[in-house]
């Protein structure tokens, strides 16, 4: 499994918007072969970013999503929110699962 990390600072008075746009965003990558599990994790602390967590079955599922028409699409919506919204610059990270507990034989 391959899983996507998106940290993603957003300043408290955006968090209401920037969550919509994700949940209308999260409708479009839900159809994508290869595509497990979407989630956005809220900060609890103000000033830690937001983190979203993609899940996939490979890393080719992953780069297919990023080169498709929704996630241009997803990403045009995202620009709906103004610059000044993000409190920096996201920070993308990739992984490979070594190891889930929810999964037997691991």
């Known amino acids: 499994m391959?899983?996507?990390?998106?940290?993603?600072?957003?300043?408290?008075e955006y968090a209401e918007r920037f969550e919509e746009v994700f949940r209308?965003?999260?409708?479009?990558v839900d159809?994508?072969?290869?595509?497990?599990?979407?989630?956005?994790?809220?900060p609890q602390?103000?000033?830690d970013p937001y983190v979203v967590l993609t899940l996939w079955e490979s890393e080719e599922a992953f780069r297919a999503w990023?080169?498709?028409p929704e996630f241009k699409e997803g990403h045009a919506?995202?620009?709906?929110?103004?610059?000044?919204?993000?409190?920096?610059?996201?920070?993308?990270?990739?992984?490979q699962i070594t190891l889930d507990s929810e999964v037997e034989g691991d």
Request: zero cysteines; a positive charge.
């Open 2 to 12: 391959f899983v996507v990390m998106n940290r993603i600072p957003v300043k408290p």
């Open 24 to 28: 209308t965003w999260a409708r479009l």
């Open 31 to 42: 159809r994508m072969p290869g595509f497990i599990r979407n989630l956005v994790l809220r």
């Open 45 to 47: 602390n103000p000033g």
């Open 66 to 68: 990023t080169e498709s």
């Open 77 to 95: 919506r995202s620009g709906t929110l103004p610059r000044e919204a993000f409190a920096g610059p996201n920070r993308l990270e990739v992984f």
